[in-house]
């Protein structure tokens, strides 16, 4: 069994390409990188096709992570049936993301901060306004690190 885990953020240049590539590369230094397949995409159409923002570039390209192929793209209905995860940033993604969530759809539906509860926030804030690309890094590490124990427990991986 493949677990499929989609990261989504409000333009899918941030935040969400900057979970994407940190979850990967905790998949891959804990030898699942069979077990998980991942992507990410946005809530808006204002980025498609761009690269992440280069705040994001220089937090990958710090942990040794290659960003050359993403591309910012749009969430669709489909996702909600190719992926068992649908993980939002915040509140606002959530709001999205549940009116777009099609009713028959039992994807796992939460924010990535619900799997670092000690971390004391509810959002990851969006970088592409507050320029904190550091404090978005802490957030995501630990939210993606939370993920992982949670999907790992839950599928005995």
């Known amino acids: 069994m493949v677990v499929r885990v989609l990261f989504v953020c409000l333009g899918n240049i941030c935040r969400s390409p900057m979970a994407e590539g940190m979850f990967r590369a905790k998949v891959d230094a804990a030898g699942l990188s069979d077990a998980i397949r991942i992507d990410s995409a946005a809530t ?51 709001k999205d993301l549940e009116a777009l969530k099609p009713l028959e759809s039992d994807v796992v539906l939460k924010k990535l901060m619900d799997f670092a509860p000690d971390e004391g926030q509810h959002d990851v804030p969006d970088p ?28 005995s991986l």
């Open 44 to 94: 808006g159409n204002w980025n498609l096709g761009n690269p992440p923002h280069r705040g994001t570039q220089q937090v990958l390209t710090k942990h040794g992570i290659d960003y050359s192929q993403m591309r910012a793209r749009l969430i669709d209905k489909d996702d909600f049936a190719d992926f068992d995860y649908v993980i939002g940033m915040d509140g606002s993604n959530m």
């Open 128 to 155: 592409y306004y507050t320029g904190n690309f550091a404090e978005t890094e802490r957030l995501v590490s630990a939210g993606c690190d939370g993920l992982l124990k949670a999907i790992g427990e839950k599928f």
